[in-house]
Nanobody, 130 residues
């Protein structure tokens, strides 16, 4: 199965920037159509979708309203790595950030549903101080 490893989390002040990365490996031979996404979960909160990106035959980037215009998801297909560039960080962005993967199209209406994803990383903590 696909394995994912996040990195790059840390502590940043409100208004600052941080980029987290997710390396992926273990794809089936010849697989080139998949969706990768970032989720986050804060204490006492449900896991929520942050952003998603398609690879392969589709290209789509999707964002939660709460991060639209502040966060950017991107990918390096050769390295099988996705990134989440976070700017203008707010205290509300403090959470454990998880990388997730599923085969096929992300889906405009379903990218943020954790139940649709097949593989998860263990998360990287992002802390934003007020």
């Amino acid at each position: 199965q696909v394995q994912l490893l996040e990195s790059g989390g840390g502590s940043v002040q409100t208004g600052g920037s941080l980029t987290v990365s997710c390396a992926a490996w273990g794809f089936s031979y010849g697989r080139n159509d998949y969706c990768m996404a970032w989720f986050r979960q804060a204490p006492g909160k449900e896991r929520e979708g942050v952003a998603a990106i398609d690879s392969g035959s589709y290209y789509t980037t999707l964002y939660a309203d709460s991060v639209k215009g502040r966060f950017t998801i991107s990918q390096d297909t050769a390295k099988k790595t996705i990134y989440l560039e976070m700017t203008n960080l707010e205290a509300e962005d403090t959470a454990m950030y998880y990388c997730a993967e599923k085969s096929g199209w992300c889906g405009v209406g379903s990218f943020s549903d954790p139940a649709t994803y097949d593989a998860w990383g263990q998360g990287t903590q992002v802390t934003v101080s007020s």
